[in-house]
């Protein structure tokens, strides 16, 4: 069972990312048939058997969060308090959240298959 860490600390975020996390997540959850964790990060601790399985995936551009919630394990979350980031800049832009955005509705959405 997958342990999804959930932070509840918004101010240490940009404003406009966190709303775009928040109303992403929301839409995604809309057009897929499956329940996303919503307000959950990469971040989460893992049996080995689910590792596993989401190795064995041929994806290349993973969509983690939809890769973790679409392969069926109960997932349980445990949130957190956020400290702000110590050292270096956050890899993943704007653009790139944006692709990886894309990313999940093009793999996970039933919606655009109707």
């Known amino acids: 069972m997958p342990l999804c860490m959930q932070s509840d600390s918004i101010e240490k ?39 596993d399985i989401l190795n064995s995936m041929p994806e290349r551009n993973r969509f983690v969060r939809g890769l973790r919630a679409w392969s069926g394990f109960k997932q349980t979350g445990l949130e957190y308090e956020r400290q702000a980031r110590a050292a270096g800049l956050a890899k993943y832009d704007f653009k790139k959240l944006r692709r990886l955005a894309l990313d999940g509705i093009i793999s996970f959405s039933t919606v655009l298959l109707q």
């Open 13 to 51: 975020k940009e404003f406009l990312k966190e709303i775009s996390y928040w109303t992403f997540y929301r839409i995604l959850s809309k057009m897929i048939d499956f329940e996303l964790p919503l307000d959950s990060g990469d971040f989460c601790i893992m049996d080995r058997k689910i590792v």
